[in-house]
């Protein structure tokens, strides 16, 4: 089992920057991609940006040259340097690990949200 712990959200106006943090706890050896996830009332949840243990990061084209994702997997953390940040934006930001265990015993976490909130 793994748990996640988001931090970092806030408020913040346009143009402005955050860093979230998301620290990964429970059976964190595990853990293959982290990434995060934002949603919006009246919106499905949709994908920010991912990062595997190895290789390349994945973001959405609109955040692209504004968000930047990382992590350190020696404190089972992933990060997400948000810059420029537009209203637009706004959502609740939900960390995510995607787990592996055995072959073919794929498991998938979330964490509770951390409310991002851009004003104009």
């Known amino acids: 089992q793994v748990q996640l712990a988001e931090s970092g959200g806030g408020l913040v106006q346009a143009g402005g920057s955050l860093r979230l943090s998301c620290a990964a706890s429970?059976?964190?050896?595990?853990?293959?991609?982290m990434g995060w996830y934002r949603q919006t009332p009246g919106k499905q949840r949709e994908l920010v940006a991912v990062?595997?243990?190895?290789?390349?990061?994945n973001y959405a084209d609109s955040v692209k040259g504004r968000f930047t994702i990382s992590r350190d997997n020696a404190k089972n953390t992933v990060y997400l340097q948000m810059n420029s940040l537009k209203p637009e934006d706004t959502a609740v930001y939900y960390c995510?690990?995607?787990?592996?265990?055995?072959?073919?015993?794929?498991?998938?976490?979330w964490g509770q949200g951390t409310q991002v909130t851009v004003s104009s």
């Open positions: 995510n690990a995607d787990s592996v265990i055995g072959i073919g015993k794929r498991f998938n976490y």
């Open positions: 429970g059976s964190v050896f595990s853990i293959n991609t």
């Open positions: 990062i595997p243990s190895a290789g390349d990061t």
